[in-house]
């Protein structure tokens, strides 16, 4: 019988220590619940890293043995290999040059990457100590780029899917990169790698056409006589969930408790990770410039900003989270009143019923990265909004610009756009808020993660069977 393998750097829990006992926590990521349904289920496994330092044979051997009770099998990294595979080289690299901060951000170091061929290994080895002929390996994002060819060289046959979660960037940067031939090449171990978008689609393909000097007709790439499919397939939400937690009665106390505490104030609102490809910095002067522009609002907007921490131990997103909290502060004092603060800043993260209460309460959402490979939270807004009310703004420079076109588009490069997309939104109409929202809600509900999962599996199985076909003739 054969499986299913899904290889991504995370497991779909996460393991803190709560003062020297290892504890798990389930991930309410979009991957984690929309693969759950997959290696939940018979012999299907998931190979990932549990998110923190285990020290001790002892220690791993107990936690192995809880995980391989939910089908998880953990990858355990040590201090230098968090350092130099997770934060050197895929959070230094790879992620700065994804998102087009080549000359900013990113720092080539050859023992970084070499020990992201190491890590990539070592999934590796524990993908085929249970691989058999027949079985599906799905592989995700940037971190795992050369895993499809280590795990293709050892197992011809295998059936291979590899998709990126983030942008991948024009020819132009990728080339940038000292190691860029042998990372397309390690993901053209795949039989079909898909990506959000056809732009993402196309600059891989032009990369592997520039670097590599292979073949490709359409979408069709021919490597060492073996057929590979670049492919998108943007990705969706559990809209269901969102849209039944809006209705949950305790979520609904909440957004009342939200509503009361704000009185008639409109509510704006903006969650993402720390990170300086999320643009936070740039809304905030948006948002002080609408200040600037239309001091009328003054007493009568909140800006509700969420930033949930990550990869805290990279300099850059130290920085960051220090010029964030300085802009806050400066926004605040400068126009605070003793009954009100223009921004409501919260640098953690909340449970997902928070977040829904969130989503319900504000009359717009500000999603405005400056480069991100779908952004999700766009989607969990519009599946959130079960009246069809409220607003996005959503940036051209992610993802979900190509489906969510009933949002009000914006280049967050220009702060004054940004600025004013928020006052129309503020002052949209119920019966235009409602045209747009509902196209949008159809289009989230269509194109959810159940879809999404189901295409990328059967396109799989078709490039399988095209490479027979080819094989036999
Ligand atoms: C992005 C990436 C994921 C990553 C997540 C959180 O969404 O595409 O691969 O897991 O960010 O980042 P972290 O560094 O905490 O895993």
Same mark, same amino acid.
């Given at each position: 019988m054969s499986k299913t393998i899904i290889a991504a750097n995370r497991l779909p829990v996460k393991i803190v220590n709560d003062t020297g006992e290892f504890k798990l926590h389930t991930s309410e990521g979009g991957l984690a619940t929309g693969l759950g349904s997959i290696y939940k289920s018979k012999d299907n496994v998931w190979i990932g890293w549990p998110g923190l330092e285990v020290e001790g044979e002892e220690q791993q051997q107990k936690i192995t043995e809880e995980l391989r009770e939910q089908n998880l099998l953990p990858v355990f990294l040590d201090k230098d290999e968090i350092t130099r595979f997770y934060e050197g080289f895929s959070n230094e690299v790879l992620w700065p040059v994804f998102h087009y901060y080549a000359s900013t951000y990113a720092h080539y170091e050859q023992q970084n990457w =070499?020990? @992201?061929? =190491? !890590? /990539?290994? +070592?999934?590796? *080895?524990q993908i085929l100590k249970i691989a058999q002929p027949g079985d599906m390996v799905w592989v995700h994002d940037y971190q795992l780029l050369l895993l499809p060819k280590m795990i293709r060289d050892a197992q011809r046959d295998i059936s291979i899917g590899f998709f990126l979660h983030i942008p991948f960037p024009s020819h132009e940067m990728f080339r940038l990169i000292p190691w860029r031939k042998q990372l397309l090449e390690g993901m053209l171990g795949a039989d079909l790698i898909g990506f959000h978008t056809f732009d993402d689609v196309r600059h891989f393909l032009s990369s592997v056409t520039r670097v590599l000097a292979l073949q490709t007709s359409a979408n069709v790439i021919t490597n060492n006589r073996r057929v590979v499919v670049a492919e998108s397939f943007p990705m969706g939400i559990d809209d269901k969930k969102y849209a039944s937690l809006a209705t *949950?009665?305790?979520v609904k106390k909440e957004v009342a408790a939200i509503c009361k505490t704000f009185n008639r104030q409109k509510l704006i609102l903006s969650i993402d990770r720390l990170d300086y490809s999320k643009g936070i910095l740039q809304r905030l002067r948006a948002f002080e410039q609408l200040l600037i522009s239309h001091p009328e609002l003054l007493t009568h907007i909140t800006f509700y900003m969420i930033v949930v921490p990550s990869r805290d131990q990279v300099a850059q997103y130290k920085e960051l989270r220090d010029q964030i909290d300085k802009k806050v502060? /400066?926004? /605040?004092?400068? @126009?605070? #009143?003793? =009954?009100?603060?223009?921004?409501?800043y919260f640098y953690r993260s909340f449970p997902i019923e928070t977040l829904s209460a969130l989503y319900s309460a504000a009359d717009v959402c500000l999603v405005t990265p400056m480069r991100d490979g779908m952004n999700l939270v766009s989607k969990e807004y519009v599946a959130s909004r079960v009246n069809n009310d409220g607003v996005l703004i959503l940036s051209e420079m992610a993802g979900a610009s190509k489906e969510l076109i009933d949002a009000i588009i914006v280049n967050p490069n220009n702060e004054y756009e940004v600025s004013e997309a928020m006052f129309v939104a503020l002052n949209m109409p119920l019966? =235009?808020? +409602?045209?747009?929202? #509902?196209l949008m809600r159809n289009n989230v509900g269509k194109f959810n993660i159940?879809?999404? !999962? +189901?295409?990328f599996k059967e396109r799989l199985d078709e490039v399988k069977q095209m490479q027979r076909s080819l094989l036999t003739r």
């Open positions: =070499e020990c @992201y061929k =190491e !890590v /990539n290994q +070592k999934f590796c *080895d *949950d009665a305790a502060g /400066n926004i /605040n004092a400068r @126009y605070r #009143t003793l =009954e009100w603060s223009p921004i409501q019966a =235009e808020q +409602k045209r747009r929202m #509902t159940g879809h999404w !999962v +189901k295409i």
